[in-house]
Every structure is written in C-alpha cells, then in structure tokens.
C-alpha cells in the first residue's frame, strides 16, 4: 500500500464492550507504534515494536489495553471494558531510519 | 526519563509576521529532536529533524543544549502554515519518540 492504513476510520461503542484497532504498516518498516491523540492531551505514548524484539508497553494506561503484532506486519490494539476516557484518536505508525509515517488514526467514541 | 514541553497550546499570528514555536526538553543525553505537523484532515508528517540540519517550507529549528530547546521559527509566516505543530524527542540508542502536547498555530489574513 501506499501508507500506512488504519482501520476502521471511526468506532462508536458501549461502556464496557471491548474493541479492536488494527494497523497495517508500510511493508519493509520493522518499526510500529501506537499513540493517543486526545484534546489537550497531545500525543499520548503507548506502545512500541520493533523486528522480533520484546515490545515497550511502558506507555499502556491500563491493563485494559494490549496490543500485539503478527508476523511482524499487522498489528492490533484491544481495549478490553471501554470506559468514557477512552474515548481519543487511536494513531498507529510505522517507521524507517527514523522517520515516522502514521496513519490517518481512529477516532473511538464510547458512550 | 524523557519529556518534551510545548508551552503554548495556541499561538496566531499575521501573515508576513514572523513565528516561533517554543519546545523544551528534559533529558540527561544527547537527543534526537523532530518537529511534526498535522495540516487540516491531513495525517501527522515529519517536517524537520535536528541532524539534518535543513530548511523545510521556510521553517529552520537549532538544537540548544544549554537552554534544552528546539524552538521552530520562520521568519515571514503564509497562510497555508496553519496547523497543529508537535516536537518530538528520541533519547541515545532509543526508539520511543516522545511527544510534546502540541501548539495550534493560526496565521490570520
């Protein structure tokens, strides 16, 4: 693909239900983040892969959030029980040389 | 640990004036330091990074290691600067970028 693409573009749920984000990265680029965007917040760290390496989880808010990464390409971010907080733009990038190319994120509602 | 502070949450000028957009940072080594913007329904895109050391669409940003700053500036702001700018930082041996909180800059007719 031409990008980065992240899917779906927007996510409406329920307090409680358990969602998933997924990214697919540009192929060829070892390096895959998630961050948060929330109004006044910026962007939120929230977890780091790189190649076969032990991703940096340091950034997940709660035990609610997990993500991982299959084959080293696609990835997913789960939240588990969604609370109204939860509620941001889920931006996904990947990146080479480091240089970062991010997708067009997800904007989650929860209601 | 790393942190990145962008004092201004907002920041308007005039078009013709000039512009900076301040970014401090904390950390003990020696960083790498990004500024990324995110025009109008447009995705978040790398504009300048401190080792290149080059000019992108008018903007320049020097790294300060005394004052910990890599403010962005741009000596005669156009409309179409508009936008929401972050700074980033990337400590030694790193991955992680870490972002600022962002300022809104609006360029006024």
């Known amino acids: 693909g031409a990008g980065v693409s992240q899917s779906p573009s927007n996510k409406v749920t329920e307090k409680g239900k358990d969602v998933e984000l997924r990214c697919d990265p540009i192929?060829?680029?070892?390096?895959l983040y998630w961050y948060r965007q929330s109004l006044g917040q910026g962007l939120e760290f929230l977890i780091y892969?790189?190649?076969?390496?032990?991703?940096?989880k340091s950034g997940l808010p709660s035990d609610r959030f997990s993500a991982e990464r299959t084959g080293g390409s696609v990835s997913t971010l789960t939240i588990q029980r969604t609370q109204q907080e939860d509620s941001a733009v889920y931006l996904c990038?990947?990146?080479?040389?480091?240089?970062?190319?991010f997708g067009s994120g997800t904007q989650l509602s929860v209601l | 640990a790393q942190r990145v502070t962008q004092p201004e949450k907002l920041l308007s000028v005039f078009k013709g004036a000039p512009v900076e957009l301040k970014c401090n940072y904390s950390?003990?080594?020696?960083?790498?330091l990004f500024w990324y913007v995110q025009y109008s329904r447009q995705r978040l895109q790398l504009l300048l990074r401190?080792?290149s050391r080059e000019s992108i669409k008018g903007f320049t940003a020097d790294l300060n290691k005394g004052e910990t700053s890599f403010h962005l500036k741009k000596p005669f702001a156009q409309e179409e600067d508009s936008a929401m700018y972050y700074c980033?930082?990337?400590?030694?041996?790193?991955?992680?970028?870490?972002f600022g909180q962002g300022t809104r800059l609006t360029i006024n007719p």
């Open positions: 990038a990947s990146s080479l040389a480091g240089k970062l190319f």
């Open positions: 192929s060829g680029h070892t390096a």
């Open positions: 892969f790189q190649g076969n390496s032990a991703p940096d």
């Open positions: 950390y003990s080594g020696s960083p790498e």
């Open positions: 401190h080792i």
């Open positions: 980033a930082l990337k400590g030694q041996g790193a991955q992680k970028l870490v």
